[in-house]
């Protein structure tokens, strides 16, 4: 019996593969896009299952351009298909059942022509949606704009960055665009207080996602010497804002955020200005107006930024990777990011070229191309720190328009990329 069981496995194993059944079949791409799209990014295990199912896309054989743009189509229908809001105004819980996360949604909840995030002052024990509500809702809805108000998961010092807390932030604006046909265009970020503070951060860390910023009375996290002197900001922070528009609101006398670090920050936007380029910011400051709003109010901030609108593709980009999850960051792609690398990246369209330039070791960072950055039907070339590390057609993978359509931001969404390092 052992013999001829012997024989029989022999042959199967010998056999072309279309005679030995289902398991020789390649996976099915469609039920790996959509089980894709069903996992949850903002999740280690989600992101984990992402990983997993994306790197068995990469055997999927090169698209062609018509077929890269139905799977972009077909990407981006999974994506809408995600978490919606309910769209009366009002307060309610993102996680219903759990009675967590906790916001209030107000402006103008119709035909909403731009979405504002503002997020609440406080600290440890203190803070609440409905002061950034009755703060900002009436100059909201004057702009036409749909508002959102979330509270922090925790009330800590800093509450806006707490694990949990920043990725909330961004799944309510998700799911606010996709509930409403806001132009993803216009998305505004602001606050005051601790609200200015997370203003900074999460705008900057999420900068390929905002049209603009208006902080008012927070501040970056500042580093001080042993004289308590400012001397540096948080990493991770001013590069990441050359393309957002920004105003910094700030008093010269506030008790609880004083200027020293608005200021040493505003001098370090204006040196990277002088540096990179782009950096559209202004430093507002007045005085003996303590902690309270600016001249005008809500209304004077946001009028500040207003009519500005994103680009998705700026022709540079500098970035500063402070969060292991953000791996995307306009057209640029990184699967596991090194905390506060710096890298700038160009593009020339006239001449096909892409140029980076990156802090250490580059490994697994990628640049992301379609047909809006580069002509991918002619010869591309790609450098980095000076040295051509690509000169070709780049393919354009099934993988590439996934990841990236992920977000379900059709500014970007890429079909080719180029890795810098082996």
């Known amino acids: 019996m052992l013999p001829c069981l012997l024989a029989f496995c022999t042959l199967v194993a010998a056999a072309p593969p279309a005679l030995r059944g289902q398991a020789a079949k390649a996976p099915d791409p469609t039920a790996l896009v959509e089980a894709c799209f069903a996992a949850d990014a903002y999740t280690p295990a989600g992101r984990a299952e992402q990983r997993r199912i994306l790197a068995e896309l990469e055997a999927h054989p090169p698209l062609s351009a018509a077929e890269a743009k139905k799977w972009t189509k077909t990407a981006l229908a999974l994506a809408a298909k995600g978490r919606k809001l309910e769209k009366k105004s009002g307060q309610r819980y993102f996680w219903e ?36 509500h009755g703060a900002y809702n009436g100059a909201a809805s004057q702009l036409d704009w749909l508002a959102l108000y979330p509270q922090v998961l925790e009330k800590t010092e800093h509450g806006w960055t707490d694990s949990g807390t920043e990725e909330f932030v961004l799944q309510l604006v998700d799911a606010a665009l996709r509930t409403w046909k806001i132009d993803r265009n216009r998305v505004y970020f602001s606050g005051h207080s601790m609200g200015g503070y997370g203003t900074w951060t999460l705008g900057a860390r999420h900068a390929d996602r905002v049209a603009g910023l208006a902080a ?30 920004f105003v910094i609101y700030q008093s010269d006398d506030d008790p609880q955020v004083p200027p020293d670090a608005n200021r040493f920050a505003a001098k370090l936007l204006a040196e990277a200005r002088e540096r990179w380029g782009g950096f559209p910011f202004e430093y507002w400051e007045e005085k003996g107006r303590a902690h309270e709003l600016p001249p005008g109010g809500v209304e004077a901030l946001l009028a500040k930024i207003e009519a500005r609108e994103r680009d998705p593709r700026p022709a540079r980009v500098v970035w500063q990777p402070s969060v292991d999850w953000v791996r995307q960051f306009y057209w640029l792609y990184w699967e596991k990011p090194r905390k506060h690398a710096l890298v700038v990246a160009d593009c020339d369209r006239a001449k096909n070229e892409v140029a980076v330039t990156c802090e250490g070791d580059p490994k697994g960072l990628e640049v ?33 328009v996934v990841k990236t359509a992920l977000r379900g931001d059709p500014d970007l969404v890429f079909a080719a990329r180029v890795p810098l390092a082996p």
């Open 97 to 132: 059942e759990q009675e967590r996360g906790l916001y209030v949604l107000g402006g103008e909840t119709k035909k909403p022509k731009g979405l504002l995030l503002v997020m609440h002052g406080g600290g440890a024990g203190e803070g609440d949606a409905w002061s950034s």
């Open 216 to 245: 008012s009375a927070g501040a970056p996290t500042p580093i001080f010497n042993a004289a308590k002197a400012v001397v540096d900001i948080d990493k991770g922070l001013i590069p990441c804002l050359r393309n957002v528009p």
């Open 368 to 400: 992301l191309l379609d047909e809006r950055l580069v002509d991918l039907e002619e010869e591309v070339v790609v450098r980095l720190a000076g040295a051509e590390v690509f000169r070709g057609k780049p393919a354009r993978t099934l993988a590439t």
